[in-house]
């Protein structure tokens, strides 16, 4: 991701464009760009109609996956923040928080009694 951050980066820069993106705009781009991608599967029945929708809209997904990261490169040049450090960090506190042993083959969400380390109870 570090790469096409740093291109992002570049191409805005030699454009003078950074002085139109602030972070409620970016937000609502990203907003926007996974409405599109859930307006593919919204009315699908099954996981299996979902799966074969993204794959026969193949070239939407992929339109609306590189519109979601650049949005996602913009905001975080904007705030200084590395995407690759991020994942890793995501990576990271999600091992602690949901350890094989308690997750395996169960859902996380705690309402539907999954666990989540970060609310021990």
Known sequence: MNQYQGEIKKFCDEREWNQFFDPKDLLLGIVE??????????WLKSREEANRALVDNKDEV?????????????????????????????????????????????????RLGGHDGKYKK
């Open 62 to 110: 992929k339109d609306a996956i590189g519109d979601i990261s650049w949005f996602l490169s913009l905001l975080a040049n904007s705030a200084g923040v590395d995407i690759d450090e991020a994942v890793k960090w995501t990576i990271a506190d999600n091992k602690k928080r949901f350890p094989i042993g308690k997750v395996k083959g169960k859902h996380t969400n705690t």
């Open 33 to 42: 760009e996974v409405g599109e991608l859930r307006n593919i599967v919204k």
